[in-house]
């Protein structure tokens, strides 16, 4: 199975927390990022002023956030594809940290312990 290499040419902030996003195939994908805004990676997007300082990475040829917070152009390229196993993964991770968060306020658990 092939994956196919997709690059993210242009975008634009067409509403809070979404984008539309075009590709260099032609294809344009607007998406709404709300639901996936969770987790250490993800979550702290959720501050306006951050989602918004949004880039295209030059090498890459994704979008990124100076937090480090990317995502596979494939993966924006086919969003509606990809975006129910992402909120599965955003499910697992806000799961996570609530019992992460309720280990630690019963010294069960300290902030980075492996």
Known sequence: M?????????????????????????????????????GHLYGPLQDIRLFESVEIDPEAHTLVWPNGADFDPATLHDWILYAPEM????????????????????????????
Do not use: C
């Not at 979404?18 to 805004?37: A, C, N, Y």
């Open 2 to 38: 092939s994956h196919l290499i997709y690059r993210v040419i242009d975008f634009e902030i067409i509403a809070p927390y979404t984008l539309r996003v075009e590709f260099d195939d032609g294809k344009v994908q607007s998406i709404d990022f709300r639901p996936i805004l969770a």
């Open 87 to 114: 909120q599965k993964m955003v499910n697992r991770w806000a799961s996570v940290e609530v019992e992460m968060a309720v280990a630690e306020s019963q010294g069960e658990y300290e902030v980075g312990e492996e």
